[in-house]
């Protein structure tokens, strides 16, 4: 898997990808991920890749031609499944939308800066638009790498563990039952007998229990 991430700021994005499990991935070359500034598409001497809105209004809007031209030379080199744009007006982040961007081949992220990007760019260009939660953020970076860790933990071989990311919360509509590591005892908190007791079987019943009971109470809303 190929990701590419368009933005005006890539300094802003690159420092997760250089460390712990993301970093890990790359190394293994199990995903490759490019970041492309915008500003290196812009036609003009000064690099503009905003300009103000028609109709008037405060904010700058990220112009079409730079984007399109950087989409296109990507698009020259290979296909691509998906060209999705960050916004906080997009669908949902969620589980299972991580799920079934693991399984593509090549993506392209655009990131949005400013007002946002020209209403051109959504309806010709862009495939999915994704927002990580009700709040606005200074720009679609911080929204980009979070999506990206959520995609490439799910590619298999990249966490130590592969059950690992398949227990983790929301993956069966549950939300991860409570863990414990040493000591079984602190000061008067004790790790539940039954996680001590070596028998399989019962403790698989009983994280299907805590995962429902935690779910009901935390989440109503995914209790099903
Ligand atoms: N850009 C700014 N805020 C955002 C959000 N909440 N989700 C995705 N992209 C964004």
Redesign the pocket.
């Known amino acids: 898997m190929r990701i590419d991430i368009i933005s005006v700021l890539p300094k802003l994005i690159e420092s997760p990808f250089n460390a712990s499990i993301l970093k890990r991935a790359i190394d293994k070359k199990l995903i490759e991920v490019n970041f492309h500034d915008l500003k290196d598409y812009a036609s003009s001497k000064r690099r503009q890749v905003d300009d103000y809105q028609f109709g008037g209004g405060s904010g700058m809007v990220m112009m079409i031609e730079p984007i399109k031209k950087c989409i296109d030379s990507l698009k020259k080199e290979r296909k691509y499944e998906e060209v999705i744009y ?3 007006d ?1 669908e949902m982040l969620n589980q299972k939308i991580s799920n079934k961007l693991s399984l593509k081949g090549n993506i392209i992220i655009l990131c ?1 800066h400013y007002k946002g990007v020209d209403q051109r760019v959504r309806d010709s260009l862009i495939t999915m638009e ?11 970076e911080l ?1 980009a790498a979070v999506l990206c860790d959520s995609i490439i933990r799910l590619i298999p071989g990249v966490l130590g563990n592969e059950t690992s990311a398949l227990t983790d919360s929301f993956q069966d509509d549950l939300l991860a039952p409570p863990v414990y590591t040493r000591p079984s005892s602190f000061e008067n908190l004790d790790v539940p007998e039954i996680l001590l007791s070596g028998d399989k079987l019962k403790i698989e019943l009983w994280r299907e229990e805590k995962a429902l009971e935690r779910t009901k109470n935390l989440r109503p809303d995914i209790f099903d």
């Open positions: 960050m916004t906080p997009g949005g994704i927002s990580i939660g009700d709040y606005v953020l200074s720009g679609g929204p």
